[in-house]
Nanobody, 114 residues
Framework: QVHMIESGGGLVQPGGSLRLSCTTS????????MGWFRQAPGKEREFVAA???STNYADSVKGRFQISRDSDAVVLQMNGLKPEDTAVYYC????????????WGLGTQVTVSS
């Protein structure tokens, strides 16, 4: 019943920007932590950014990506995009520390190519 819907993916040239958004629904309370992961072709899913009491970023995106929260929504502003950023980006939310009390969106494709 929990839904996490990503939007904003697409094709962009190197150096360009994209803004990913994720809206959650289906729970009476907001997630205490939200974030973004990505999975590039031939690679395992990797952490990108998260926000709870503070923000955390993968080294590969520091200085280029910014994560923000608005209640049940999370936004990832991506600037200075590189071809290496090409991946399916997944929204993540956690509501408690209990096993299984976390949910994923279905993903949105980001392609950075000239």
């Amino acid at each position: 019943q929990v839904h996490m819907i990503e939007s904003g993916g697409g094709l962009v040239q190197p150096g360009g920007s994209l803004r990913l958004s994720c809206t959650t629904s289906g729970r009476s309370i907001s997630p205490f932590a939200m974030g973004w992961f990505r999975q590039a072709p031939g690679k395992e899913r990797e952490f990108v950014a998260a926000i709870s009491r503070s923000t955390n970023y993968a080294d590969s995106v520091k200085g280029r990506f910014q994560i923000s929260r608005d209640s049940d929504a999370v936004v990832l502003q991506m600037n200075g995009l590189k071809p290496e950023d090409t991946a399916v980006y997944y929204c993540y939310g956690r509501w408690s520390y209990r096993e299984g009390d976390d949910y994923w969106g279905l993903g949105t494709q980001v392609t950075v190519s000239s």
